[in-house]
């Protein structure tokens, strides 16, 4: 099945630096990469996805960006604000099954 | 997206008892699929809820221990039998809408267990 590796664990930014969290996954018929930021106590919610058909996506402070052929995405934060301190999960899937492989987890720290 | 409610938000169950989790959705929605978060953990799918049929469950989960019911296409139940306390975690539902290929998630239940 789908293996999907998440790094960092932790992260540690200033306010205003950027954050680059980086995702593998092994399944080459994965074609849906969502993230999910969830904060302590809360749902996860999604920020951004992005489909094997387009290699990167922007909405304002937050991309993401696609290598198929060397099966990785990351999402990239710029501007850090101390409230996008969360746990951050990429996750991945095929769409004609569309449950979820995640991975373990980024728990970024954004300090003032 | 779809507004999607959990009952109960929280539990504390005693070993050896059942739970039964309930997930309600505002609208009909495509798929429907159940997980568990661990503490401090990431999520990992039980199941798929299929609508009028039994559940697609994943490699470690199975019918007897995680009971799944889809009647239609707005509501799923997860129940959590035999309870021991390694079932301590927080059960999310997560729907697909009919419109949309993006996954939501419910609040979550949080579940304990003694």
């Known amino acids: 099945g789908e293996n999907v590796e998440q790094h960092p664990s932790t992260l540690s930014v200033q306010e205003g630096d950027s954050a680059v969290i980086k995702c593998t996954y092994s399944?080459?018929?994965?074609?849906?990469f969502p993230w999910y930021k969830q904060e302590l106590g809360k749902r996860p919610q999604l920020i951004i996805d992005?489909?094997?058909?387009?290699g990167e996506k922007k909405d304002q402070r937050i991309a993401v960006t696609l290598n198929k052929t060397a099966k990785h995405f990351s999402l990239h934060i710029t501007e850090t604000q101390p409230e996008d301190s969360a746990v951050y999960f990429c996750a991945a899937s095929t769409l004609s099954g569309y449950a979820l492989n995640f991975g373990k987890g980024t728990s970024l720290l954004v300090t003032p | 997206s779809a507004v999607i409610s959990q009952k109960p938000s929280r539990d504390i169950c005693q070993r050896g008892t059942s739970l039964t989790i309930q997930c309600q959705v505002d609208?009909?929605?495509?798929?429907m699929f159940w997980y568990r978060q661990q503490p401090g953990q990431s999520l990992t799918l039980i199941a798929t809820a299929n609508q009028g049929s039994e559940a697609t469950y994943e490699s470690g989960f199975v019918i007897d221990k995680f009971p799944i019911s889809r009647p239609n296409l707005t509501f799923s139940t997860l129940t959590v039998s035999n309870m021991s306390p390694e079932d301590s975690s927080i059960y999310l539902c997560?729907?697909?809408?009919?419109?949309?290929?993006?996954?939501?998630f419910g609040p979550g239940t949080r579940l304990l267990v003694l």
């Open positions: 992005i489909r094997s058909n387009v």
């Open positions: 997560s729907v697909v809408s009919n419109l949309r290929e993006t996954q939501y």
């Open positions: 609208s009909q929605v495509t798929m």
């Open positions: 399944d080459s018929a994965s074609n849906y």
